[in-house]
């Protein structure tokens, strides 16, 4: 059966008829301040940015290095909620009707505001997807079968060592998203060099399913985004971004280096 289109499903295809990958853009969102943050996402878009990730404070972000884990403290020193993140996304819907927008949380956060709440009021944002961290492939239907009706669907992350059965199972019902393979063992922050068995790790996921993959974890340049973009569908940038981010107060001009 033909998957339902989306903004997500049209932004890989535009992408790939343009003959780029899809670049995913990751910031957590109250830093440097709440403000700062919405104009960060205008300032991604104008850059090239593809698909925005909006990064929910978190008090305990296990799978986030120094860079992203300073951010979220210094947001959640300024007390920014899930509620408000949903906000902002509101505001970025109005002005960018086609931009696909996925809230990047862990669980709890859901959890804590009710997965049927949450779900309406993430669709009502004009959120198109989440990706929660810390939620494995055998309770994702939980929270999948919440989101569904609200025109709603997850993000799967893939690890590095996620066996390719496993990975296609993640795949599985997914076709209106995308897979996040993560390209290095370990936490989020900007790498010098990408492993040299990503590539082969790309090239057999990518010939196993049926829907885009975007590689991140670790990208900080255009070399980096570009070899990624080689064998996958998109690259995502996180760590690079909210670090320069922090020290600029701005993300005009090039994003990459």
């Known amino acids: 059966m033909k998957p339902t289109t989306t903004r997500i499903t049209d932004c890989f295809a535009r992408a790939k008829a343009a003959g780029h990958p899809a670049f995913v853009a990751y910031l957590t ?124 669907t997850l993000v799967p992350l893939i690890a590095p060592n996620t066996p390719i059965e ?24 900007a790498r010098a060099e990408l492993p040299p068995e990503l590539t082969a790790r790309l090239q057999a996921i990518r010939a196993a399913v049926r829907v885009p993959i975007a590689a991140g974890f670790g990208v900080s340049t255009r070399a980096q985004a570009a070899e990624i973009g080689r064998h996958a569908d998109g690259f995502i940038v996180g760590s690079a971004l909210v670090k320069r981010l922090g020290e600029t107060g701005s993300l005009a001009g090039e994003l990459l280096a």
């Open 29 to 152: 969102m109250g830093y440097p301040t709440l403000a700062k943050s919405e104009t960060a996402i205008e300032e991604l878009l104008a850059g090239g940015a593809d698909i925005i990730e909006l990064g929910v404070p978190f008090s305990d972000p296990f799978a986030d290095g120094a860079v992203i884990r300073s951010a979220a403290y210094e947001a959640l020193r300024q007390e920014v909620t899930l509620d408000d993140v949903l906000a902002l996304a509101a505001r970025v819907r109005i002005r960018h009707p086609e931009t696909p927008l996925v809230v990047f949380s862990y669980y709890n956060l859901i959890l804590s505001k009710g997965p049927e709440t949450f779900a309406a009021a993430a669709a009502e944002a004009g959120v198109d997807a989440v990706l929660v961290v810390d939620l494995p492939l055998e309770e994702r239907d939980e929270l999948l079968d919440v989101l569904r009706p609200h025109g709603l």
């Open 166 to 189: 496993r990975v296609v199972a993640s795949a599985e019902g997914l076709e209106n998203s995308f897979l996040y393979i993560i390209t290095v063992k370990g936490i989020t922050g």
